[in-house]
């Protein structure tokens, strides 16, 4: 066993201090002359975190539970040392580290209880991945995943911040970077995009955590590294408009142009029918009949194939609602006109409702499809790979409609440009329990039904899902299980908590525990975005790439006075026109 150099230095203070986690800011200092030490390469005396003696030795290998024991005496004398990543050894959710043959195996630590003897502790650990051995005991070329297991009785080492940095060194492939990885205050912490993307992810965190701040960094972040990329973000409380007035295109009610016969048939219930049961069954029959015939009037079919109630092919309202008349008086006397005239009702509404117009309007009858597709999805971006849409406006009756017609219209180009070049589309839906409940009988079953279909079939096509919430256990079954990678941010609630640890990666179930504890912009990040989970604080983002969801002030604001008259005129105005 290597002789400790630094483990018996200087131990400062009276002992008090002993069990507590060191300040990280004590630390400052003397980390960054430490890294200095490490960023010398293969040719430096190794530094002193390679000459650290062992914590303990291997008890048991077993598939989902390897056993550490870990000697008491020894982690509370590595409490105060000088490297932060050292001094946190043994701590549930820290690493610790293995030799086997040449190679160094990394662990977390899950579980701790105290051991048999007083002496001892035994940890439940798993493992990570494995670096190999370089001279001087450093560890390169970090890799996911083990090939060889240590044998029981195998010496267990304390993980140093250069060993971290060889963790976390970020190879080749694309990445961003977000923020800093816990302990340590200068190794960054990289997502992969390609991994991250391929396979869905999701930010979760209470309310105030920051996920709104954080997505907006990383969304950011991936614009940078792709300029051209196609993101389509959607925005239930208009926030991110804010954020991305530069690099991206935004759109809300005023000029989203939503054309109505984009909606397929599914959709068109949800917003033309008003009954339920075996009244609503028979309207939808009358609705799908009326429906396909205005689609195909007038048109030379030849051009489009197979016309369908869900092909998105133009029709007029007008034609529509024509025809609803004349099969209403193709009925025989007793034949019930009230299903028809429901219908006719709903459309005359929809037609008169200025809240409607960004989606009903007469203007909007023109064949736009193209232009449409080519605005929504940013093709060619223009360097403004992301769209906002800002959904605040839109009345809450037909928001979850308007979500799933747009989720609907990324996940069928994705289908229908299979043939062609690929551009894989990133879809960012905020407030996601409000989509995918799991709530089977909630209103906005189209919107849960495309969802889920993107999260389970969307790799196969380049479409990718971003789901944020702050109720994880609101979202149905299996939506989350569906994504790779998983940033968690604080989550206040045991439900939510056991929602996310379900979902989890086995390795990082040490991590868990952490959740609870984080600090406001702290995360942990596990799956397929990373090498290894990790915990990160992310980095502070420039104001004006915030998004509008700032804290507001009590304190300063209820000192201001002033203008009050002109503030209430101008909202009453805005209220009663539904203006902005
Ligand atoms: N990385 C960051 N840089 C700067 N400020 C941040 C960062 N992360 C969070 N904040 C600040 O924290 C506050 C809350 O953040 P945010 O609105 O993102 O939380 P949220 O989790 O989205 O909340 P909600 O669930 O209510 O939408 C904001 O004032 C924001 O400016
Ligand atoms: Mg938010």
Not at 310 to 322: G, R
């Amino acid at each position: 066993m290597p002789v400790a150099s630094g483990l018996n230095g200087k131990r400062e203070g009276d002992g008090r201090h002993m069990n507590e986690q060191p300040n990280l800011q004590q630390f400052v200092d003397h980390l960054s002359s430490y890294s200095d030490e490490g960023a010398q390469g293969g040719t430096a005396v190794p530094g002193p975190s390679n000459v650290v003696a062992g914590i303990g030795t291997v008890l048991e290998i077993a598939g989902s539970g390897s056993r550490v024991a870990m000697d008491a005496a020894q982690l509370n004398a590595l409490v105060e040392h000088k490297d932060p990543s050292i001094s946190m050894s043994g701590q549930v959710g820290s690493q610790v580290k293995m030799k086997v043959g040449n190679s160094w195996l990394i662990a977390n630590v899950r579980t701790l209880r105290a051991g048999d003897d007083d002496k001892s502790v035994v940890a439940n650990v798993d493992f990570l991945g494995e670096g190999q051995n370089a001279s001087g005991g450093r560890m390169v070329n970090f890799r996911r995943g083990v090939t060889r297991y240590p044998i029981p009785g195998s010496t267990v080492f304390p993980v140093s911040t250069e060993d971290m940095r060889a963790i976390f060194a970020a190879d080749d492939s694309p990445h961003i970077e977000i923020g800093t990885v816990y302990p340590t205050d200068d190794i960054r912490g990289a997502l992969y995009v390609d991994p991250m993307l391929g396979k869905h992810f999701a930010v979760l965190g209470s309310t105030g955590t920051g996920k709104s701040t954080s997505v907006s960094l990383i969304l950011h972040r991936i614009s940078e590294l792709s300029p051209e990329g196609h993101i389509v973000m959607i925005d239930p409380h208009g926030e991110y408009s804010a954020a991305f007035k530069d690099c991206g295109e935004l759109f809300n009610v005023d000029n989203l142009n939503l054309p109505y016969w984009l909606m397929n048939f599914e959709e068109h219930c949800e917003v033309f029918l008003t009954t339920d049961g075996a009244e609503r069954q028979r309207d939808a029959d009358i609705l799908g009949k009326c429906l396909l015939a205005a689609r195909t009037k007038g048109k030379n079919l030849e051009q489009y194939g197979k016309v369908t109630v869900d092909s998105p092919i133009p029709y007029l309202l007008t034609d529509f609602s024509q025809i609803l008349t004349a099969e209403m008086g193709k009925l025989d006397r007793a034949g019930d006109t009230t299903p028809y005239q429901r219908l006719k009702n709903k459309l005359d509404e929809l037609r008169a409702d200025p809240r409607y117009t960004f989606m009903f309007s007469g203007m909007l009858v023109s064949d736009s499809m193209a232009p449409f597709v080519a605005k929504l999805f940013r093709m060619p971006a223009h360097g403004k790979p992301i769209s906002i849409v800002d959904v605040s406006g839109v009345p809450s009756e037909v928001t979850s409609v308007v979500v799933s017609v747009l989720a609907r219209m990324v996940f069928d180009y994705a289908i229908w440009s299979r043939t062609e070049a690929q551009r894989p589309l990133l879809l960012v839906c905020e407030e996601a329990h409000r989509y995918v409940p799991k709530d089977e009988h909630a209103t906005g079953q189209a919107v849960r039904k495309i969802l889920e279909r993107i999260a389970k079939e969307g790799r196969k096509y380049g479409v990718s899902l971003g789901l944020i919430t702050q109720r994880p256990s609101d979202l149905a079954e299996g939506v989350l299980s569906q994504c790779g990678t998983i940033i968690a941010m604080r989550l206040n609630n045991d439900r939510d908590q056991a929602c996310v640890r379900a979902a989890m990666p086995e390795g990082a179930r040490g991590f868990l525990d952490a959740i609870p504890a984080l600090r406001n912009r702290e995360c942990i990040v596990c799956g397929e975005g990373v090498a290894i989970p990790i915990r990160v604080r992310f980095d502070d983002l420039e104001p004006e790439k915030r998004p509008a969801s700032s804290d507001p002030s009590f304190a300063a604001l209820w000192r201001e006075t002033g203008g009050e008259e002109g503030i209430i005129n101008r909202t009453i105005k805005r209220w009663r026109g539904h203006g902005r």
